[in-house]
């Protein structure tokens, strides 16, 4: 995994991340234990949770970056 690991994520901040050729850009609304994150997604608004975007696993491509 490269970029930044999931206890280096903070609630308020921004990200994106790239898994299986797809690119997500997001804010974190809450940290939900044991490792899971409620998400704000910044094109369309919705929000989900972390776990949705990773539930099949995660690519070679996988990467998670802050937003700047």
């Known amino acids: 995994m490269a970029g930044i690991s999931y206890?280096?994520?903070r609630a308020g901040q921004k990200y994106w991340m790239?898994?299986?050729g797809d690119r997500y850009e997001f804010e974190i609304l809450?940290?939900?234990p044991p490792e899971d994150f409620k998400l704000k997604d910044?094109?369309?608004l919705e929000s989900y949770l972390m776990?949705?975007?990773t539930r099949y696993g995660k690519g070679?491509?996988?990467e998670i970056r802050e937003l700047y």
């Open 60 to 62: 070679e491509d996988f």
């Open 18 to 20: 790239t898994n299986y």
């Open 30 to 32: 809450e940290v939900l």
């Open 51 to 53: 776990s949705d975007l």
């Open 7 to 9: 206890s280096s994520l």
């Open 42 to 44: 910044l094109n369309t």
